[in-house]
């Protein structure tokens, strides 16, 4: 049986506020029995440098990618719940799960900080990333044929999604899955074509490459893999069996 994978609220950058001070969340939010409790979301520091991706991601990309795109779907997130105290009161993780019955704005920044909280630890400095571990290895030889079969056609679902959007590797209950998804949706939404925990992700919005590749997505893409951190993804997948 597939546990579902979830980042800790606390992961996110959830915060809860109440009129007593402001505390830092576990994985749950306050008891929404406290009618004056909200829920805000920060955006989280990066694990390394702006520049620590140079030569597959350049510093200047990282910035704006981090403090002003990934601030804008945090800040525009908590503007959507400001209104919803009873969907502030709720893990981020719940919200997607349930995302067709919600407001494009909370679907669109809400999908946002969760991918983008997810994708800057998917990432690491060249040669700090670690490699597969044996049994992702062993899955993936099993079910792609081989990692560079994997990768070719990982790399295929990420060039291949229409504008916007991202490329992910999955657990579902049938096993390791290769999908992609449009704007900011994710696997963990009821709307996704493939559900199923998250163990890889990569973001091939224009923001993600653009000054440094322009139109070439798939030049992105084949450096991007230098910076892949296995060792996160490791830990997911070990966490998602
Ligand atoms: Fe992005």
Not at 117 to 122: A, E, Q, V
Not at 182 to 199: E, H, Y
């Amino acid at each position: 049986m597939l546990r579902t994978l979830a980042i800790a609220t606390a992961a996110l950058g959830a915060v809860a506020c109440t009129s007593m001070g402001t505390t830092a969340l576990a994985s749950e939010p306050a008891a929404p029995a406290a009618s004056q409790t909200t829920v805000t979301y920060t955006l989280p520091d990066l694990p390394y440098g702006y520049d620590a991706l140079e030569g597959a991601v350049d510093a200047k990309t990282m910035e704006i990618h981090h403090g002003k795109h990934h601030a804008a779907y945090v800040n525009n997130l908590n503007a959507a719940l400001a209104s919803e105290p009873a969907l502030a009161a709720e893990p981020l993780e719940a919200l997607l799960a349930k995302i067709s019955t919600l407001s494009p704005a909370i679907r669109n920044n809400g999908g946002g900080h969760y991918n983008h909280s997810l994708f800057w630890k998917l990432m690491a400095p060249a040669g700090q990333g670690g490699t597969p571990s044996a049994e992702l290895a062993a899955d993936i030889d099993a079910t792609f044929g081989s990692m560079d079969a994997f990768k070719a056609e990982f790399n295929k679902a990420a060039t291949g999604q229409f504008g916007s959007g991202w490329a992910w590797l999955v657990v579902t209950d049938e096993g390791l899955k290769i999908t992609s998804t449009p704007n900011q949706d994710n696997p963990l939404m009821d709307v996704a074509a493939v559900k199923g925990a998250p163990v890889l992700a990569v973001d091939v919005w224009e923001h993600a490459y653009y000054l440094q590749y322009q139109n070439r997505r798939a030049d992105y893409l084949k450096s991007w893999w230098d910076v892949v951190n296995w060792n996160e993804v490791n830990s997911l997948y070990a966490d998602a069996k």
